[in-house]
């Protein structure tokens, strides 16, 4: 068996090699010395991942595993994304209102006394009322002339 | 293995994981949290996992790398924070070990964050399968990954560590 590499050796102590091959392998690393330096190279070095990883650990390991929240499923979350479009669409509408150029008359210029009759005629058309409504008198003299015009309501 | 089993048996050992990532405390709760909530759902739709340690350690490290690009460093302020006047033999100990803590994870930093990972769920002993569909490369390279990584490290506390570690 030719000699390992130290990835080949790296596996070995992992135990990731195919057990037909351990053995094998296991006799040439006792029997090379080469071989048996690297394997030696490769336990050092996994102390040394344990030392240097273990060194991060914090003394957190004595928390208690809290009591796990179920989640309320086939619940819709609506998430900020959702809710756009309907920002949007009330944004566009609001300015539309906002410059639109048919605005209703403000009220405070009209009169009372004009807001009262529209009330009371219950918002017909005054003008038009008039004139079904009206009858003129015409008085003359014996030759024709106009004397007076009358408009009676 | 019901969910419950492997939220008892897994919990401990993820939010250990984070810790060792660097991230802050509350932060790594709310990780693991959410891996489980991850889990959890995916049991109810049925889904099989064939592996659940090395699927919950591969959700984490991706929540990990999605949610945390800008790391949650709290070691540092850890240490600051202890009081001046506060020379007990135990607080000093406790310092001491931040400290430690803290120079392990500036070590830690000068290494790609594959090789960390590696490093840290090789020290959690996973195997080289699990390694693999945690870390989303081949099975045949993470000796080469593993090898690469420790000889980065050794290299790195060689240069800059080496007082503080014997080197063998």
Not at chain 1, 78 to 97: D, E, H, M, Q, R
Not at chain 2, 52 to 72: D, G, H, I, M
Not at chain 2, 123 to 148: D, F
Request: one cysteine or more.
């Amino acid at each position: 068996m030719k000699c390992l590499s130290r990835i080949e050796i790296q596996e070995f102590l992992d135990k990731e090699i195919e057990p037909s091959l351990m053995a094998r392998m296991s006799d040439h690393i006792e029997k090379c010395e080469n071989c048996s330096m690297l394997f030696r190279q490769a336990v050092a070095d996994k102390a040394l991942i344990g030392k240097v990883i273990g060194m991060s650990d914090t003394t957190e390991d004595s928390i208690p595993v809290p009591e796990f929240v179920l989640p309320v499923l086939n619940k819709k979350r609506i998430t900020f994304y959702k809710v756009i479009p309907y920002l949007v669409a009330a944004s566009v509408i609001g300015i539309i209102f906002l410059f639109r150029s048919d605005k209703t008359p403000v009220l405070e210029n009209i009169p009372e006394a004009e807001i009262l009759l529209y009330e009371f005629y219950d918002g017909k058309d005054l003008n038009r009322m008039w004139h079904e409504k009206s009858q003129i008198i015409i008085l003359q003299d014996e030759k024709g002339n106009v004397i007076q015009s009358i408009i009676t309501n | 293995m019901s969910f419950d089993d492997v939220y008892r048996k897994y919990y401990k050992e993820l939010r250990r994981f984070g810790r060792q990532l660097n991230i802050s405390a509350e932060k790594c709760e709310d990780l693991t949290q959410e891996t489980f909530m991850k889990f959890y759902v995916g049991i109810n739709k049925g889904v099989i996992f064939n592996n659940p340690r090395a699927w919950l350690y591969k959700v984490y490290l991706n929540q990990f790398k999605t949610t945390c690009n800008s790391r949650e460093y709290d070691i540092g302020s850890e240490a600051n924070s202890m009081k001046a006047d506060n020379h007990s033999e135990d607080a000093l100990e406790e310092y001491s070990k931040k400290e430690k803590r803290r120079i392990v994870f500036e070590m830690l930093d000068r290494l790609t964050d594959k090789e960390k990972a590696i490093l840290i769920l090789y020290n959690h002993g996973l195997s080289y399968a699990e390694m693999a569909e945690v870390l989303e490369i081949n099975p045949n390279s993470v000796g080469t990954t593993l090898v690469r990584a420790i000889e980065r490290l050794k290299e790195t506390l060689k240069i800059h560590y080496n007082e503080m570690f014997e080197q063998n």
